[in-house]
């Protein structure tokens, strides 16, 4: 049985005796895994966010987003309209809410102030149940007041500070782009999404988009079915009716399952590119261990006669010089995932987002050191093994 006690008693002495130059050994190891974990770290954290804002406003794998134009089209035709809509709601079943998005430019009036929201948006009255975000304050508008076009709005809590600061904006009158709307309600605060404040908007009937935000053409159509089994049949549905209405596939069709997918993929990619440039300093630490390994192979070349011709074995001798590499490389992935974990953590509470713990990297981190220990020490270890042990005791430094 081979006892490895021994060589790793050796082996972590010789370790400890060279604290600097082991300390040094280990840096572009401690870079690389701290690099990996960092990089890794940020990714999965920035998915998590993501994933977190997009199920936020309502996306789940029961929805449908209908966009104008084909897909992967350079030129965007707005084509998808209010009676296209209105047909959908007819006709797909197992429809549960079907919202209409008309996007414009708004400039708010009440009194003598003015303010230009980030978004100016008419909407359908399911707009608080497929995007889940509901009023704090007041009430949304029903269908019969878009359906009647009655000049009622919800704002955002951006909006209300900018124009009303701490008074309540509810049962106010303001103006949209010159034409007099009551302020009904006001949405749930919903923060920033990646650098978008979500809650700078201006909602509005989607009937009166045409006269307050010059257009009758929708940008786009969310749908949500009762269940996600239902998702394939809806979209085939959807085809069926609007390529009747249009004459030609002039639309793309995204479900939500796909478009996380897709997300996913996008920053899966990206984690993986950063990480394996990353990845080549763990490469160059190796190296340099190998080289330092063989430094101390030249500097031990008596040590290593005196074990020999005490009844050291060429093994006991190889497995000293290995383990003594693996230690090398496995203080410094430790070191590293320390370094790589505080750093994704400042770095992530710094952009106000949750960090996330690359636990499958901190065990990759850990093989990785493991290997490239084990590789760049054999060489070493193998050349402080076959020394022979009387030209070893002659040899002089």
């Not at 904006?169 to 949405?187: D, M, S, T």
């Not at 009762?226 to 979209?235: I, L, Y």
């Given at each position: 049985?081979?006892?490895?006690?021994?060589?790793?008693?050796?082996?972590?002495?010789?370790?400890?005796?060279?604290?600097?130059?082991?300390?040094?050994?280990?840096?572009?190891?401690?870079?690389?895994?701290?690099?990996?974990?960092?990089?890794?770290?940020?990714?999965?954290?920035?998915?998590?966010?993501?994933?977190?804002?997009?199920?936020?406003?309502?996306?789940?794998?029961?929805?449908?987003?209908?966009?104008?134009?084909?897909?992967?089209?350079?030129?965007?035709?707005?084509?998808?309209?209010?009676?296209?809509?209105?047909?959908?709601?007819?006709?797909?079943?197992?429809?549960?809410?079907?919202?209409?998005?008309?996007?414009?430019?708004?400039?708010?009036?009440?009194?003598?102030?003015?303010?230009?929201?980030?978004?100016?948006?008419?909407?359908?009255?399911?707009?608080?149940?497929?995007?889940?975000?509901?009023?704090?304050?007041?009430?949304?508008?029903?269908?019969?007041?878009?359906?009647?076009?009655?000049?009622?709005?919800?704002?955002?809590?951006?909006?209300?500070?900018?124009?009303?600061?701490?008074?309540?904006?509810?049962?106010?009158?303001?103006?949209?782009?010159?034409?007099?709307?009551?302020?009904?309600?006001?949405?749930?605060?919903?923060?920033?999404?990646?650098?978008?404040?979500?809650?700078?908007?201006?909602?509005?009937?989607?009937?009166?988009?045409?006269?307050?935000?010059?257009?009758?053409?929708?940008?786009?159509?969310?749908?949500?079915?009762?269940?996600?089994?239902?998702?394939?049949?809806?979209?085939?549905?959807?085809?069926?009716?609007?390529?009747?209405?249009?004459?030609?596939?002039?639309?793309?069709?995204?479900?939500?399952?796909?478009?996380?997918?897709?997300?996913?993929?996008?920053?899966?990619?990206?984690?993986?590119?950063?990480?394996?440039?990353?990845?080549?300093?763990?490469?160059?630490?190796?190296?340099?261990?190998?080289?330092?390994?063989?430094?101390?192979?030249?500097?031990?070349?008596?040590?290593?006669?005196?074990?020999?011709?005490?009844?050291?074995?060429?093994?006991?001798?190889?497995?000293?010089?290995?383990?003594?590499?693996?230690?090398?490389?496995?203080?410094?992935?430790?070191?590293?995932?320390?370094?790589?974990?505080?750093?994704?953590?400042?770095?992530?509470?710094?952009?106000?987002?949750?960090?996330?713990?690359?636990?499958?990297?901190?065990?990759?981190?850990?093989?990785?050191?493991?290997?490239?220990?084990?590789?760049?020490?054999?060489?070493?270890?193998?050349?402080a093994s076959r020394l022979d042990p009387v030209e070893a005791l002659r040899f002089e430094v």
């Amino acid at each position: 049985m081979i006892n490895l006690l021994e060589p790793f008693k050796i082996a972590s002495g010789s370790i400890v005796a060279n604290k600097t130059r082991s300390l040094l050994t280990t840096l572009g190891v401690i870079i690389g895994v701290a690099a990996v974990i960092t990089l890794v770290s940020m990714g999965e954290g920035a998915k998590s966010y993501i994933m977190n804002q997009v199920g936020s406003w309502g996306v789940g794998s029961n929805s449908i987003t209908i966009q104008p134009g084909e897909e992967n089209s350079h030129a965007i035709e707005l084509n998808l309209t209010y009676g296209d809509a209105q047909a959908l709601r007819q006709k797909v079943s197992n429809l549960q809410y079907l919202m209409t998005e008309f996007v414009g430019r708004g400039r708010v009036n009440y009194g003598k102030k003015e303010y230009r929201p980030g978004y100016t948006l008419g909407v359908s009255a399911d707009y608080p149940f497929a995007y889940k975000q509901r009023a704090a304050s007041g009430r949304f508008f029903s269908h019969a007041e878009d359906a009647g076009r009655q000049r009622v709005t919800v704002i955002g809590k951006t909006v209300a500070r900018n124009i009303f600061g701490s008074f309540s904006p509810i049962g106010e009158n303001i103006k949209i782009n010159g034409i007099g709307f009551r302020v009904v309600g006001l949405l749930e605060e919903k923060g920033t999404m990646l650098t978008f404040d979500m809650d700078d908007m201006v909602l509005i009937p989607s009937t009166l988009s045409p006269l307050v935000l010059g257009t009758n053409k929708i940008w786009e159509m969310f749908i949500t079915v009762n269940d996600e089994k239902q998702v394939a049949q809806a979209v085939r549905e959807i085809k069926k009716i609007l390529i009747a209405r249009h004459k030609k596939e002039d639309f793309h069709i995204h479900t939500q399952e796909g478009l996380i997918d897709i997300i996913n993929n996008i920053l899966n990619a990206m984690t993986g590119i950063v990480s394996a440039i990353a990845a080549i300093s763990l490469l160059v630490g190796g190296i340099g261990i190998m080289n330092i390994m063989l430094v101390a192979v030249t500097e031990r070349t008596r040590e290593i006669g005196i074990r020999k011709a005490i009844g050291a074995k060429r093994r006991d001798i190889f497995l000293q010089f290995v383990i003594e590499s693996v230690l090398i490389t496995m203080s410094g992935a430790v070191i590293g995932i320390a370094v790589g974990t505080l750093a994704a953590w400042g770095i992530m509470t710094a952009l106000k987002m949750s960090a996330v713990i690359a636990w499958g990297a901190v065990y990759m981190a850990c093989l990785v050191a493991f290997l490239v220990g084990t590789f760049f020490g054999v060489y070493p270890a193998m050349r402080a093994s076959r020394l022979d042990p009387v030209e070893a005791l002659r040899f002089e430094v």
